[in-house]
């Protein structure tokens, strides 16, 4: 793209923007942080619920010290009215801690006086800060000229081919500040984020695509193309039939492992029980010459013996009597 032709888009979508929407000025009573914070819950979101959520943020806590050790969950709570109350909640609270860790307080009146270089540079360094909270504290509060960009911001931008999707992934606006002047880049910044926010709250709203058609914008390049889903080939749906046929087949080795499990448990209660009678004779066999008492027939043998052996010393006395 052309820096002339990159140049009259601005142009063009900065004179819609002003024909169509009031520009809403930042408050001058706001310190560094409360512009900040207020950034935090302005983004993508409309300038009448940031402006609710955060007089509902400074009424509901005692200072920002407490806001900072509150949960996420009960600061979203309080934001509830904003388009994003989580991501504010968590944009809010690392700020906040970020501060606190860096510099012990929550004080940042002393970078108005500071390098306009030296404190964008301390503020970028703070966990959470985006690239839209940092832009608007560099324009409301440190008074310099940047252009805060959201990604609702930038889908308009985008359609409107004022950054190319490589540029746009990249976070990058090139021109834009050069194009549109300071003295006009508050008024530019607040009706492009008005348009912006109500083109996400109604992408297919008849107002929304009324105005991005006089800005330029194309249907092409309202956002990058998601990539097509991948339609499966011919051969897909062969892979399940497979895996049927092999867990059917698994099934058949199981059932027919079973069968011959049951087949042989069958066959080894049938042997034990031909083999327990012959068991039983056997051992009623090796218990049978027990009962039997071969000592009675030895001790029967020497009782004759002393029987004859009585009868012979009877006969023996018999025959020494004396002659009359």
């Not at 207020?38 to 509902?56: G, I, P, Q, V």
């Not at 051969?235 to 087949?249: G, Q």
Request: glycine share 4%; net charge positive.
């Amino acid at each position: 793209m052309s820096t002339k032709n990159r140049g009259d888009r601005i142009q063009l979508l900065h004179k819609v923007v002003t024909k169509h929407f009031s520009p809403v000025a930042a408050s001058e009573d706001r310190t560094v942080l409360e512009h900040l914070l207020y950034a935090c819950c302005l983004e993508d979101t409309t300038y009448e619920a940031a402006d609710e959520a955060f007089h509902r943020l400074q009424e509901s806590f005692f200072d920002w010290n407490e806001v900072r050790v509150t949960t996420v969950s009960e600061l979203r709570e309080t934001l509830h009215n904003l388009a994003d109350a989580t991501a504010a909640a968590m944009r809010i609270k690392r700020c906040l801690q970020a501060l606190f860790e860096t510099r012990y307080s929550f004080d940042l009146d002393d970078m108005i006086k500071m390098n306009q270089g030296k404190a964008v540079q301390e503020l970028e360094k703070l966990s959470g800060m985006s690239r839209f909270v940092l832009a608007y504290v560099t324009q409301n509060a440190l008074g310099g000229h940047s252009i805060p960009i959201s990604e609702s911001i930038m889908q308009i931008l985008l359609m409107t081919e004022i950054v190319s999707p490589s540029e746009a992934a990249k976070g990058q606006t090139p021109g834009l500040e050069r194009t549109v002047s300071k003295t006009k880049g508050g008024e530019f910044a607040s009706c492009l984020h008005q348009l912006a926010v109500l083109h996400a709250q109604s992408p297919a709203g008849k107002q929304a695509k009324a105005i991005l058609k006089e800005a330029g914008a194309t249907e092409l390049k309202k956002a990058p193309p998601a990539p097509a889903p991948v339609k499966p080939t011919v051969k897909a749906p062969a892979k399940p039939e497979i895996t049927d046929k092999l867990d059917k087949a698994e099934k058949a080795d199981k059932v027919a492992k079973g069968a011959k499990a049951e087949v042989k448990e069958d066959t080894q209660k049938i042997a034990s029980r031909k083999t327990g009678p012959a068991k039983k004779v056997a051992a009623n066999a090796k218990k049978t010459p027990s009962k039997k008492a071969p000592s009675k027939k030895i001790a029967s043998k020497p009782a004759v013996a002393k029987k004859s052996a009585k009868h012979a010393g009877t006969a023996a006395k018999s025959s020494k009597r004396k002659p009359r």
